[in-house]
């Protein structure tokens, strides 16, 4: 009976293991689809700035950016580092996409004497099931992994 008992704790014992494993793959399939879904949309966004011809100096369109927050550090490209353009996410389970352009928010929203010329809006609005792929393949691919 105390051999039983032992291997049953036993058993137990390594599960947390196991569950620590597959966190850890989980969360690491999320931080990938989580810059996936960053690069995606900064993308889709500084073409549609084109697209909606808010385009005179190209300023907008190169600041666009992302952030996403890995290894309990923030993990941003070149000009979210250089001016801060986007908020770091505080949870590793958020991107962020955004310029620090000053009037990046009038030509998405418009103004009294200006239409809306959405651009960052419509780059999620437009992609939401390609998103949610991302999602769907980096977890697949990480339950994989984890077998």
């Excluded at 009976?1 to 196991?18: C, D, H, L, S």
């Excluded at 908020?87 to 009038?106: D, L």
């Amino acid at each position: 009976m105390a051999v039983q008992e032992f291997g049953k704790v036993r058993a137990v014992g390594k599960r947390p293991i196991q569950d620590n494993m597959a966190a850890t793959i989980i969360r690491q399939s999320m931080e990938r689809a989580l810059e996936a879904v960053g690069v995606l949309l900064e993308k889709v966004a500084a073409r549609n700035v084109r697209e909606v011809g808010a385009i005179d100096t190209g300023r907008l369109r190169g600041s666009i950016t992302h952030a996403t927050k890995a290894e309990g550090r923030s993990a941003v490209t070149a000009p979210a580092r250089q001016r801060d353009a986007v908020h770091r996410p505080s949870s590793k389970f958020e991107v962020w996409i955004g310029t620090n352009v000053e009037y990046a928010p009038h030509v998405e929203y418009g103004t009294k004497k200006m239409t809306a010329r959405p651009y960052m809006r419509p780059a999620l609005d437009n992609n939401r099931k390609l998103v949610r792929k991302l999602f769907a393949d980096a977890l697949a691919e990480g339950f994989q992994r984890g077998k």
